[in-house]
């Protein structure tokens, strides 16, 4: 799965030293290719995220368990452009205020 199945979650688990449960969004795409596509993209797959967290759709899974806390993270093969970053910082505040924290990183490819 990927940031383009923009209705299915691409991964999920707890984290346990934070009994927070975790979302992935796996993003194996370049951003120079098609940006306003991408950023587009990215946000529909994010509020459909908070629309599963918010509306408790993760009970369907986990139905007995209680979490602390809540976060999406995702996980980039390719660095983003300026308005991508611009785009995640302030999602992350938005998120933030509805109580989800919000990570992107870069995945780094290892030599062998």
Do not use: C
């Not at 299915?8 to 795409?29: C, H, Q, R, W």
């Not at 809540?70 to 983003?80: G, N, Q």
């Amino acid at each position: 799965m990927s940031v383009k199945e923009t209705n299915k979650i691409d991964g999920m688990g707890i984290e346990e030293n934070t009994n927070s449960l975790v979302f992935l969004i796996a993003d194996p795409y370049a951003w120079e290719l098609d940006e306003y596509d991408h950023l587009k993209t990215m946000q529909t797959k994010i509020n459909n995220y908070v629309g599963y967290i918010e509306n408790k759709g993760y009970l369907s899974v986990y139905p007995d368990r209680h979490f602390d806390g809540f976060r999406i993270e995702a996980a980039l093969k390719y660095p983003p452009t300026k308005a991508g970053v611009s785009f995640f910082e302030a999602g992350k505040q938005q998120l933030k205020d509805r109580n989800i924290d919000f990570t992107y990183t870069v995945i780094e490819k290892k030599e062998k």
